[in-house]
């Protein structure tokens, strides 16, 4: 089959079978700013975070070799699950002697009383994303998409049970998704028939150690990833100031903002399942170079019409994503989505190239990279958020994505040499930044310019996706 068009198919699997339950999960975000104060939503981004920082450590990030050594036809995949699960489940056994410290560290009091619960949330998440890589590894991508959908809708009834029937807050946040992910992991487990999968004579020590040279490297890359997203609302919740607004109640109003930012890394999040295992397929082929041009080509422009397009409606859209009929503090997030937004463009684009770094198995290069930019991003948090408050942390957020990005096309192109188009970017970068200055301040008939410069970017980035659909087609050259 054309490489184009198997990109392109799993691509509308995966946004079939995921697209409503992500937007469901953006919906959520309207039922927690109406059911949970905002002091009270920076604790659950908090838990939320330490899940996600936390999962990779316990588990070696382990399901990132699944992924790619299940693809890999080179490997067994029994031997690959079978071990991947073990080294899972051994990784996990320390947690009970870690996590209930936590709440003894700084910045983290307001998680205390919920370590027990973090600690199982970890577990089924774990648990169910072996499971679901697993699916992914094995081309099941229709499988995958629909428990994406099943859990996702399953996250819904538990959160209308939990939060807003019986008023748990942030307690029913964790119930409702320990529950979701443990039904997830039965589904898959019985529907693939995993247990087909599973021996425990089947451990490899010889595979556990590719595995663990793969993975481990990605662990604190993926670690430092979170903290570098999540770093802003820790500093946001815990430094003072009276000049600004921050506190926790300022970090809880930013966690509502950067939901919105969320519409950009959904439409990301679906392709990059599909591309993952187009990049992993592809790493051999002779025409690779040109195939990544293009993909990325018709990626970049995606997003910057994308965000140009959610910029234009951020009132409305904030409207439907965040309700402040409870709690009105949350009325001004929409003032710190813009930078979000424009720092999500190259989050999606950084994460595009880190596919590079695992598809070529240099992941000490992510590492390296990630290692600059969270430096980078809380030497500007300690800068900015003092003096500009919330806006200061998006100012922040945006410029250390932008400097990682800048960092990973000029290193990863090493490995994969595919063009790029520098000055086409730079101009896209700064007609965006200009949407965003008008919306956060607001001049009169500040929409008319917005309108305008959003026509540009799409004139600008036409032609890459008239290209793709003509590889698709099947008429473009080179496209099979």
């Given amino acids: 089959m054309n490489k184009y068009k198997f990109l392109a198919m799993n691509t509308i699997v995966f946004t079939i079978g995921s697209f409503g339950s992500k937007i469901i999960s953006l919906l959520l975000n309207n039922l927690y700013t109406k059911n949970i104060s905002p002091p009270e939503l920076f604790t659950k981004s908090m838990l939320e975070t330490l899940s996600l920082f936390l999962v990779p450590v316990f588990t070696f990030s382990i399901t990132e070799s699944i992924i790619r050594f299940g693809l890999d036809k080179n490997y067994d995949k029994k031997t690959v699950f079978s071990t991947g699960a073990v080294l899972n489940f051994l990784g996990l056994l320390p947690m009970v002697l870690i996590v209930p410290f936590i709440p003894a560290l700084p910045f983290f009091k307001s998680v205390r009383g919920y370590m027990l619960l973090l600690m199982i949330y970890i577990t089924t998440s774990s648990i169910r994303a072996l499971c679901s890589q697993f699916v992914r590894a094995r081309e099941m991508v229709k499988l995958f998409a629909f428990d994406g959908m099943l859990t996702t809708f399953m996250l819904l009834l538990f959160n209308l049970l939990f939060i807003s029937h019986f008023g748990m807050g942030v307690r029913g946040f964790m119930l409702s998704t320990i529950l979701s992910d443990l ?142 009929s409870v709690y009105p503090e949350y009325s001004t997030a929409y003032r710190y989505t813009p930078l979000l937004i424009a720092a999500a463009v190259y989050t999606c684009l950084d994460l595009f190239l880190a596919s590079i770094y695992t598809a070529t198995k240099h992941t000490k290069n992510a590492f390296l990279t990630i290692v600059f930019v969270s430096v980078l991003n809380i030497f500007l948090n300690l800068l900015f958020i003092p003096v500009w408050g919330m806006q200061g942390a998006a100012i922040a957020t945006f410029s250390s994505y932008l400097l990682c990005f800048w960092v990973r096309i000029v290193d990863a192109r090493h490995f994969v040499p595919f063009k790029f188009n520098a000055f086409k970017n730079i101009i896209n970068t700064a007609l965006l930044l200009l949407i965003c200055a008008f919306t956060i301040f607001e001049p009169r008939l500040y929409i008319l310019p917005c309108l305008l410069i959003t026509a540009v970017i799409s004139l600008i980035n036409f032609k890459p996706l008239l290209v793709m659909v003509m590889r698709l087609l099947g008429k473009g050259k080179g496209s099979e």
């Avoid at 990605?218 to 997203?229: C, E, H, Q, R």
């Avoid at 999540?230 to 003072?240: A, L, P, R, V, Y």
């Avoid at 904030?318 to 402040?324: E, F």
Wanted: contains cysteine; glycine residues 4%; charged residues 15%.
């Fill in 183 to 324: 039904f997830s992991a039965c589904f898959l487990f019985i529907s693939a028939r995993l247990k087909d999968f599973f021996s425990l004579k089947c451990f490899s020590k010889e595979i556990a150690v590719y595995m663990l040279r793969f993975s481990i490297p990605l662990v604190p890359t993926i670690v430092m990833w979170t903290f570098t997203g999540f770093s802003d609302q820790i500093f946001i919740g815990n430094m003072h100031s009276k000049k600004v607004f921050i506190g926790e109640d300022a970090a809880g109003i930013y966690s509502a903002a950067s939901k919105i930012p969320n519409l950009i890394s959904m439409l990301s999040t679906i392709f990059m399942q599909a591309w993952n295992m187009s990049a992993i397929s592809e790493n051999e082929a002779g025409d690779r170079n040109v195939f990544y041009e293009k993909v990325y080509s018709a990626y970049e422009s995606v997003l910057f019409i994308g965000a140009a397009g959610l910029l234009l409606l951020i009132k409305p859209v904030t409207a439907i994503l965040i309700n402040y």
